[in-house]
């Protein structure tokens, strides 16, 4: 499956383990000097003065769909 950045930063990210919204993707975690990407970083931008951003690992996401992407992410709270 291919995905460009701009589709995927229009979907939701939704924890599946608490079933909360995370936000949307905001930005992509790249290892060098592979080039691979590792990881997105995921938060609500409508947020002007708290920004909760989360760090999710692409071992992390269980299924992209049309919407949404569906994570299991240990959030600590």
């Not at 000097?33 to 970083?41: D, V, Y």
């Not at 003065?49 to 690992?57: L, M, S």
């Amino acid at each position: 499956m291919q995905i460009n950045f701009t589709d995927l930063k229009k979907k939701r990210v939704i924890n599946v383990l608490d079933g909360r919204e995370l936000g949307t993707v905001t930005d992509l975690v790249f290892d060098f000097p592979e080039g691979k990407i590792s990881a997105f970083i995921c938060g609500d931008r409508r947020k002007i003065f708290k920004c909760d951003e989360y760090i999710v690992n692409l071992c992390c996401v269980n299924k992209i769909g049309d919407d949404t992407v569906l994570v299991s992410l240990k959030t600590g709270e």
